[in-house]
């Protein structure tokens, strides 16, 4: 992926910001002063990545409507619900549709449309 050259400069003003705020790198516990900068960003790349998924999970658009996988009737909206997860990179907080079927009386959360894997 093109990382656009704006996102580049907000990355940097970022990481310049959270250097200043961090101050000097403690590496008396690290093989070197490489190693302990290299853990301390990854982390910190490790919570940026839990915080904009979580953030693009609550902004995705929902229809009003799901089948349900149970019967099939069309299935009305009923609101968000907070999942965790394992991500590629640790734990997640991901927000999703919940629908609730009147004839099965169960709420559920249907499989992501997007997902291709099935495809
Ligand atoms: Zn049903």
Known sequence: MARSQEIQGR?????RQLGEELGEV???DALSWLDAI???AVEIGDAVHAELVKQQSISRPVADES???ECGQ????????????IGRRGPLTISEPEYYCPACRRAFFPADPLDRRGA
Do not use: H, K
């Open 11 to 15: 990355i940097t003003a970022f990481a």
């Open 26 to 28: 403690d590496d008396s």
């Open 38 to 40: 290299e853990t301390q």
């Open 67 to 69: 089948v349900c996988p």
């Open 74 to 85: 069309l299935s009305r909206y009923r609101g968000q619900r907070s999942r965790e997860l």
